[in-house]
């Protein structure tokens, strides 16, 4: 049984650990040698909040419109921001997808997960590490692809999001002027959906 100095010790550890990383798991305890049972009890108190199965943020954490994000990527730390929901977080499309689009290894373990809602696209070798980019949301390291890969893969997979989707994520590109001409081509190429891409390409010069 714990000792109420033990106990408090590892309350304010956990909470250092969940301010720290943005969205906390279970998981993330055990490297710590903290009871995963700590948990529920400082939801209990109202000093962690249960966002989703086995997700957990502070009370007042400041949680953004991408939080989401933050919280697939916690559940896929190998997954990439993709399609809708990477033209969603550049601000390329209107559409508010209700699941979270992550691209995955062509060969990837598939994961179980139950939240967030999570629809992943295999990628080959080739282009699922092409145009990555970092960025941090509320403390989570998310991956997502940049706005030319992301408006070349629509095309590549137009039949699942549909070719109004990529064309209207090619023109935003180019009137937000987000990214160059060149950029569209070299990732155009690399997904080779310069065929596809080039009459649109032309049409929105």
Known sequence: MDTEGQGTDRTQRILEIVEQEGVLRPRDLDAHGIPRIYLSRLCERGLLQRTGRGLYVLPNADVSEHHTLAEACKRVPHGVICL???????????????????????????????????????????????????????????????????????????????????????????????????????????????NVMRPYMEATA
């Open 84 to 194: 809708l929901s990477a033209l969603r977080f550049h601000g390329l499309t209107t559409q508010s997808p209700h699941e979270v689009w992550l691209a995955i290894g062509s060969k990837a373990w598939r994961p179980q997960v139950d939240y967030p809602p999570l629809r992943f696209v295999r990628f080959s070798a080739r282009t699922l590490e092409a145009g990555v980019e970092e960025h941090s949301i509320e403390g989570v390291l998310i991956r997502v692809y940049n706005p030319a890969k992301t408006v070349a893969d629509c095309f590549k997979y137009r039949n699942k999001i549909g070719v109004d989707v990529a064309l209207e994520a090619l023109r935003d590109c180019r009137r937000q002027r987000i990214c160059t001409n060149d950029e569209l081509w070299h990732y155009a190429k690399l997904c080779r959906v310069a």
